[in-house]
């Protein structure tokens, strides 16, 4: 017998007890729906922060202080012989340049510690770049130009506030003469912060007002583009075999139990893999674009397989019975009507799959792509990095340039990921289809 209809008990009192049960469980789901609602405003804070502190260290590595200063290319320096013998430009001693117009600029600077301390404002790559500048053209040597000059970390960090000049000089990286040197610049307005072409267009650098992110980007392409070519037709084509071809036998239960389980694996799982069989058996170069991919590949062909078997399933069988009733074969039914209304699901385990791959970095590791690479990528089986990778290199540089370095490297990355999402999200509209 019902608690709220026992013998003796008015309605009154019978209709009293239900509102206070259902009071009780109206307080109950407003108290869930609260708790549910703080859970998600918690999410959402705590992931403005991180896009707040990612976004404003990472700014700076998009601004580069440099320095404008009067380049007098002396032939004395860049070509004594007067020959214009390109070995004879390459081996020339550009520093010195720099410096006879470094002690134009600063005639009070004398001896030799004064011209170190000179020499600190630019950046070691500055030498190069009036290098390539001179093989470009050799018609400079005997002219004077005015050219922007990169300048040195420490300037660098010095303009952006990162440094405080009111420290004592002996726990400063620049000294009181050079933060002088830097007020006449600003003064002449020959110091100020410029985009930073070499960030976007570079390679790593033990350097921070030098290292580049592009050498990975072109990496993380690479790699990307071979695993979306392997993993995205294997994947299909298993899916469409198991799910519309093979036999339910305990050799297909097998295959299905263990897709489900690689789905789980650790990713450095297939790290140790393709360094024992890629690169250990069959040889392939460490490092490389090509062993990435096939790593990756391992990695995302158990999610894509699941999500492809799922978009198979969610089709109507009405469809299949419909086209094998109008004589259509099975290879038919499934590439005439089944794929195409299962491709935009397919497409979206890709996406999964894809962006798993493009921040994984253990995998990476174990092939050998944590190398110091300089030079960018030509081909897939060049020395490169990725993405993920030079974050995690530049975040264990001690120096504190590389801080916003590793937050712009984040961006990029974060910015690569939103590329590949719209992009799948643009093709999965356009194949999808309603019935």
Same mark, same amino acid.
């Given at each position: 017998m019902n608690s709220t209809n026992k013998p003796g008990r008015t309605p009154a009192e019978t209709q009293a007890i239900v509102e206070r049960s259902l009071r009780r469980r109206y307080w109950a789901e407003r108290r869930f729906r609260a708790y549910g609602f703080a859970a998600v405003t918690a999410g959402m804070l705590f992931l403005v922060y991180l896009f707040f502190v990612i976004f404003s260290n990472g700014f700076g590595a998009f601004r580069q202080a440099q320095l404008s200063l009067p380049i007098y290319f002396d032939p004395q320096i860049i070509d004594p012989s007067g020959n214009r013998d390109p070995d004879e430009l390459h081996a020339a001693d550009y520093a010195a340049v720099i410096r006879a117009s470094l002690k134009a600029k600063f005639p009070d600077a004398e001896g030799r510690a004064a011209s170190r301390e000179l020499m600190r404002l630019v950046s070691g790559s500055a030498s190069f770049e009036l290098q390539k500048s001179v093989l470009a053209d050799p018609t400079l040597i005997g002219k004077t130009e005015t050219r922007w000059l990169l300048a040195s970390d420490a300037v660098d960090l010095m303009e952006k506030d990162h440094l405080d000049r009111k420290l004592p000089e002996a726990e400063r990286p620049l000294s009181d003469q050079q933060l002088a040197w830097i007020d006449k610049l600003h003064a002449e307005g020959a110091?100020?912060?410029?985009?930073?072409?070499?960030?976007?267009?570079?390679?790593?650098?033990?350097?921070?007002?030098?290292?580049?992110?592009?050498?990975?980007?072109?990496?993380? *392409?690479?790699?990307?583009?071979?695993?979306?070519?392997?993993?995205?037709?294997?994947?299909?084509?298993?899916?469409?075999?198991?799910?519309? *071809?093979?036999?339910?036998?305990?050799?297909?239960?097998?295959?299905?139990?263990?897709?489900?389980?690689?789905?789980?694996?650790?990713?450095?799982? *297939?790290?140790?893999?393709?360094?024992?069989?890629?690169?250990?058996?069959?040889?392939?170069?460490?490092?490389?674009?090509?062993?990435?991919?096939?790593?990756?590949?391992?990695?995302?062909?158990?999610?894509?397989?699941?999500?492809?078997?799922?978009?198979?399933?969610?089709?109507?069988?009405?469809?299949?019975?419909?086209?094998?009733?109008?004589?259509?074969?099975?290879?038919?039914?499934?590439?005439?009507?089944?794929?195409?209304?299962?491709?935009?699901?397919?497409?979206?385990?890709?996406i999964i799959g894809m962006a798993r791959a493009l921040g994984e970095s253990a995998p990476l590791l174990m092939i050998g792509m944590v190398a110091f690479i300089v030079d960018i990528p030509k081909g897939v089986t060049d020395a490169a990095t990725a993405l993920p990778v030079q974050v995690f290199l530049w975040s264990d540089s001690p120096e504190r340039g590389f801080v916003e370095k590793t937050s712009g490297a984040i961006i990029v990355l974060l910015a690569f990921l939103v590329v590949i999402n719209t992009t799948a999200v643009i093709l999965r509209k356009r194949f999808e289809r309603r019935w």
């Open positions: 110091l100020s912060l410029k985009f930073n072409k070499q960030f976007v267009t570079g390679g790593d650098s033990r350097e921070p007002e030098n290292a580049g992110i592009w050498g990975a980007v072109v990496g993380s *392409f690479f790699m990307l583009a071979l695993t979306l070519l392997l993993s995205f037709p294997i994947g299909v084509a298993t899916a469409i075999y198991l799910e519309e *071809f093979a036999r339910r036998n305990r050799w297909t239960d097998l295959i299905e139990v263990n897709i489900n389980n690689l789905a789980a694996v650790p990713s450095i799982v *297939f790290g140790l893999l393709g360094l024992a069989v890629f690169i250990g058996f069959f040889g392939l170069p460490r490092s490389a674009p090509l062993v990435g991919a096939m790593v990756l590949t391992l990695l995302t062909l158990p999610t894509i397989i699941i999500a492809s078997r799922a978009a198979l399933k969610a089709v109507p069988p009405s469809i299949r019975e419909a086209a094998l009733g109008m004589g259509a074969s099975k290879i038919q039914m499934v590439t005439h009507h089944v794929l195409p209304l299962a491709m935009p699901g397919m497409l979206t385990g890709t």
